[in-house]
């Protein structure tokens, strides 16, 4: 192929793919504006999911959307035609974790959600580490909180932060890495900033819920 006839197909494939470019950019309607982007925090943060950057992964990871982080215009028509996340049991203050979607939902006295917060919960993999072995699993039930401590606990598997023990060591607590998948081995791993306020909420004798589709029946059965 001589110089003149690469630098005509050159010229044609930066053609192609300046239109393609402009095509996608039609699809997706354009960059956001600031305001557009105000009112997605703003519709997040009174849907529960709070104002900082995992509130748009916590968002995607209850909707069953795909986890990217990023506020596309796909992703505030979502925000705006969305209605609130409800729990499986109301009318108390508790907490649920639901492992399908790997969220955490935390009502007040009534029942009604206030807070939504991506977690990481057991891999369901064995392990062996630090002389320990088992079987990271996060089991599904009624629980309760029974023992909470305040700052740094040192535990055979790890550090935990403000944990909020709930059944044989497994604790609701911060941990600087939350991944979007289950991979704890059995906690129910919360962000850092998010530990703190959320023991202070969770005291002795609050009830944990923790389901998957599978194990959840109805609502009525987690009561006593």
Same mark, same amino acid.
């Given at each position: ?7 005509? !197909?050159? $010229?044609? @494939?930066?053609?192609?793919?300046? *239109? ?5 950019? +039609?699809?997706?309607? %354009? ?81 009604? !959600?206030? $807070?939504? @917060?991506?977690?990481?919960?057991? *891999? ?5 580490? +630090?002389?320990?072995? %088992? ?81 959840? !029946? ?7």
């Amino acid at each position: 192929m001589n110089i003149a006839r690469k630098a005509a !197909v050159g $010229t044609l @494939l930066l053609i192609l793919l300046a *239109s393609i470019n402009v095509a996608a950019k +039609k699809r997706d309607g %354009g960059p956001l504006k600031r305001a557009e982007i105000k009112e997605a925090q703003s519709r997040l943060s009174e849907m529960g999911y709070g104002s900082r950057q995992q509130a748009l992964v916590t968002f995607q990871k209850w909707e069953g959307r795909q986890i990217t982080g990023r506020l596309t215009r796909a992703e505030l028509e979502a925000i705006r035609n969305a209605t609130p996340p409800r729990p499986k049991d109301s009318g108390y203050k508790h907490v649920e974790v639901d492992l399908d979607r790997q969220v955490l939902l935390l009502t007040d006295d009534d029942g009604e !959600v206030t $807070t939504i @917060l991506p977690v990481s919960t057991g *891999s369901g993999k064995h392990y062996k580490e +630090k002389l320990m072995s %088992g079987l990271a699993y996060t089991p599904r039930g009624r629980f309760k909180i029974y023992n909470k401590l305040e700052g740094w606990r040192k535990s055979p598997l790890g550090l935990l932060y403000y944990p909020n023990y709930f059944s044989d060591g497994l604790a609701i607590h911060g941990n600087p890495e939350v991944p979007h998948s289950p991979q704890s081995h059995g906690c129910v791993r919360i962000p850092m900033w998010a530990a703190k306020e959320m023991s202070e909420h969770l005291s002795i004798g609050t009830i944990v819920l923790i389901y998957d589709e599978q194990s959840f !029946v109805s609502a009525k059965d987690w009561v006593q």
